[in-house]
């Protein structure tokens, strides 16, 4: 499968260039990175710490589109939103590992789906996923007699809060609860703010460090208080998602997937 990785340039960007490079059955035919960087023209391998792929870095999407299976892009909203019409016209898989996505980049996306197979998710590894599914059995389940609250911590460096991980596992939740996290969850808690409403969906955010994410769902009853918890510790476990993704992505049919249907986990 050719496969062009966008944000080259940038740590994940790098490790996707790395992981396509190792995997079996994928090849890289296109790397980008932002019009006016430093770096376009240097080979995406050399950069990537892998030796050189003759691979150069380029501003020109339309062009390694054209020529690719798929495209790995953990980038920002506004430029996520631009790849999906361009993959779109290319008719190629496009996987999605930005987070901070609103409602409105969501809508492009799905539009974008409808001529391309797009996957996206706020968490690319196996065991968020997972998590995310055990998470809506468990509301499902013990109903509003226990609260929730979702704890996420990443690097200093995040941009956007809470996580787009964090987002996917409240989701989960209130999917199991059968209501709309929008209507029900609570991103801030600051002063005098009364008690807990019952069937909220709490989100508290932690910032600091090289931290790559940390996320635990907490169900906490009367007398008693179940924790859900997951810890990545290398960068390399999203990449290795994304490319899975691709791969399961290429030759089906048009639409937005997650990574439950690439793990055929959503039924649990």
Avoid: C
């Avoid at 960087?37 to 150069?56: C, E, F, N």
């Amino acid at each position: 499968m050719r496969l062009v990785v966008v944000g080259a340039a940038g740590r994940m960007g790098r490790m996707l260039v790395k992981t396509v490079a190792e995997t079996e059955g994928t090849t890289l035919v296109g790397a980008i990175d932002r019009e006016g960087s430093a770096l376009l023209g240097q080979d995406a391998g050399t950069l990537a710490g892998i030796g050189a792929l003759g691979v150069p870095l380029t501003d020109d999407p339309l062009t390694a589109f054209a020529r690719a299976d798929g495209v790995l892009d953990f980038t920002m909203p506004a430029a996520t939103v631009t790849f999906a019409g361009l993959a779109a016209q290319a008719r190629i898989v496009h996987v999605v590992g930005t987070t901070g996505l609103s409602e409105q980049d969501f809508a492009r996306l799905d539009a974008a789906a409808r001529h391309a197979v797009v996957v996206q998710s706020g968490n690319m590894s196996l065991g968020i996923n997972l998590m995310a599914a055990l998470v809506r059995r468990v509301a499902r389940t013990l109903g509003e007699d226990f609260d929730i609250e979702i704890l996420e911590m990443h690097h200093r460096m995040k941009v956007d809060a809470p996580s787009g991980t964090a987002l996917l596992l409240g989701e989960a939740a209130a999917e199991g609860r059968n209501i709309a996290l929008k209507d029900r969850s609570v991103r801030v808690r600051d002063g005098h703010t009364g008690a807990r409403n019952p069937g909220d969906i709490g989100f508290a955010t932690l910032r600091g460090g090289t931290v790559v994410g940390e996320h635990s769902v907490i169900f906490a009853g009367a007398g008693e208080r179940i924790e859900l918890t997951h810890r990545a510790e290398d960068r390399g476990l999203f990449a290795r998602g994304a490319v899975k993704a691709a791969l399961w992505g290429f030759g089906k049919k048009p639409g937005r997937y997650s990574m439950a249907d690439v793990l055929d986990i959503a039924a649990i």
